[in-house]
């Protein structure tokens, strides 16, 4: 288990100056944590260098990104295709683990019996497809950097969530389902299924990090032997700190289903940083993306950040436009008080500490904590003039701006392989 590393104090401005290479290591989307980082390399005058994870055809077949597709990605881009995973691989027998999932009903997957010597044979051909791959990749990406220039990887991959059907409906019932709907986490991973979506969920968060400083390796070695410093970024997650009464204390959304997979990241990060690599796995507090919709329930966390910016905001002048802009999206009745109120007596709540144990992180869930949890979720909803425009998403821009200021200047020389930043860090850097 990582002891718990929270960074306090905001970063100095790092050495990264114009003609620098940030290397988007994945595909960047929109409203992300990854677009700060990108945001504060420009501000910085770095060259930013883009990927793609690529697509995939009607037979499943993998391809680089077409003309078209490209016009509108800002250069310098690499266009071949990242992607992680093993999901859409075929074995020997020409099966991928997404046709062996695809005949099974709603009401037999917890009977599910899979072939795991073909999932292992999927596997083994995903790994080498993606080694392949970033070996080409690194090669295109010599071209791109100058003589001279100091480089920062940005690893962005994450999930692995299988694309088959049965999927969606299982997590929604394992992070959604209440009452006769709901499906333990616990169970669904203990389940053939369950273990295989683990599988997946590794391969993509954490071994692609490996390959990442691995096969990096030839070209790091060389720019560092002409005077140049480079350095590796990842995106974690494994709780934060938020305000909880008048103090910041560490808190997690359970269960987090990716979590043993971020373990996984982290370890790689503490081997590789005991060789001398300069790479660190920031652990960033949770927002609300677009992935992360399934998972309801883990915004309730983000609305302590309010309290975090009334006291401990770098910025005055900006905090107050973004708790105006907050104000203007809860009903007129709404104060933050009652909101910094009702999410301290969740996050105080004896169902909610049984959870939020950090020696057993990433812990499974229970019926009667999740659905406190979603019910916590809909009333923080209710307090809003409009449940589909929340002030989660005004608060999720200023943690990722934060994080990506964080991130970029503390990367070059990281005090440790894993690091915390939590709400009080977010509020310094705003």
Not at 21 to 37: I, Q
Not at 51 to 69: F, H, I, P, Q
Not at 180 to 202: E, K, V, Y
Not at 291 to 318: C, N, R, T, W
């Amino acid at each position: 288990m990582t002891q718990l590393f929270p960074l306090r104090e905001k970063p100095a401005l790092s050495a990264y100056k114009k003609g620098d290479v940030l290397v988007l290591f994945g595909e960047l989307f929109s409203r992300g944590y990854a677009n700060g980082l990108v945001e504060e390399a420009e501000r910085r005058g770095m060259t930013i260098v883009r990927a793609t994870v690529g697509r995939r055809e009607k037979d499943g077949s993998l391809r680089a990104l077409t003309a078209e597709e490209t016009a509108l990605i800002p250069q310098p881009f690499i266009n071949v295709p990242l992607e992680a995973g093993f999901d859409m691989d075929a074995a020997a027998n020409g099966v991928t683990p997404c046709d062996q999932l695809k005949d099974i009903k709603l009401s037999d997957w917890d009977k599910a019996e899979l072939d795991w010597k073909a999932i292992d044979e999927s596997q083994a051909h995903g790994v080498a497809r993606f080694k392949k791959n970033t070996e080409l990749f690194m090669k295109e990406l010599e071209k791109h950097v100058p003589a001279g220039a100091n480089v920062l990887f940005a690893h962005l991959m994450a999930g692995g969530v299988p694309r088959t059907k049965i999927i969606m409906p299982l997590l929604n019932r394992a992070f959604k389902g209440t009452g006769d709907r709901h499906i333990p986490t616990q169970a669904l991973l203990d389940s053939q299924i369950g273990q295989f979506c683990l599988r997946n969920f590794n391969e993509v968060t954490a071994e692609t990090f490996r390959h990442l400083i691995e096969l990096s390796a030839p070209l790091r070695k060389k720019w560092e032997s002409q005077g140049s410093h480079v350095s590796y970024t990842a995106y974690g997650y494994h709780g934060t700190e938020v305000m909880i009464g008048n103090q910041y204390q560490w808190q997690t959304y359970t269960c987090y289903f990716q979590g043993w997979a971020k373990m996984a990241l982290e370890k790689h990060a503490e081997n590789f940083f005991k060789q001398g690599v300069h790479c660190c796995v920031y652990n960033c507090p949770e927002i609300l993306t677009n992935s992360s919709s399934v998972f309801q329930g883990v915004e309730v966390s983000l609305y302590p950040l309010l309290a975090a910016i009334q006291k401990d905001a770098g910025d005055k002048k900006h905090a107050e436009q973004v708790l105006s802009d907050c104000k203007k999206l809860l009903k007129d009745d709404v104060t933050f008080e009652q909101i910094k109120s009702f999410t301290d007596d969740y996050l105080k709540n004896p169902l909610t500490l049984e959870f939020t144990n950090y020696e057993k992180w990433p812990q499974h869930s229970r019926q009667d904590q999740m659905e406190y949890m979603l019910k916590s979720s809909d009333h923080l909803f209710s307090l809003h003039k409009d449940e589909k425009n929340l002030i989660t998403a005004v608060l999720s821009e200023v943690v990722f701006k934060s994080c990506g200021y964080v991130m970029l200047h503390d990367s070059w020389q990281p005090k440790a392989p894993v690091a915390w930043i939590g709400h009080d860090l977010v509020a310094r850097c705003m």
